[in-house]
Nanobody
Framework: QVQLVESGGGLVQAGGSLRLSCAASGSIFSINAMGWYRQAPGKQRELVATVTSGGSTNYADSVKGRFTISRDNAKNTVYLQMNSLKPEDTAVYYC??????????WGQGTQVTVSS
């Protein structure tokens, strides 16, 4: 199994930046990909960004050019650098890991609030 713990959320003004961190533990060598999803009130959870074990990244169109996902394999940690934040980025952000090609692990979520 894989366990995920997020940190780094908070309140920021529009145009500001935040960095989220997600530390993985457990069967880390079985992880195929990690990423971030978010869920705003009254909306479905949506993909924000992913990074595979090989380093390939994918981003939602709404965050391209503003968010950057990266991973530090030595620390078993994935980061989401969020710049030029907008009020519509306000949501609970969840870390996700796909492992053994078919299992999913989720973090507890961290709140990001962007004020206008």
């Amino acid at each position: 199994q894989v366990q995920l713990v997020e940190s780094g959320g908070g309140l920021v003004q529009a145009g500001g930046s935040l960095r989220l961190s997600c530390a993985a533990s457990g069967s880390i060598f079985s992880i195929n990909a990690m990423g971030w999803y978010r869920q705003a009130p009254g909306k479905q959870r949506e993909l924000v960004a992913t990074v595979t074990s090989g380093g390939s990244t994918n981003y939602a169109d709404s965050v391209k050019g503003r968010f950057t996902i990266s991973r530090d394999n030595a620390k078993n940690t994935v980061y989401l650098q969020m710049n030029s934040l907008k009020p519509e980025d306000t949501a609970v952000y969840y870390c996700h890991a796909r492992y053994l090609q078919r299992y999913d692990a989720w973090g507890q979520g961290t709140q990001v609030t962007v004020s206008s």
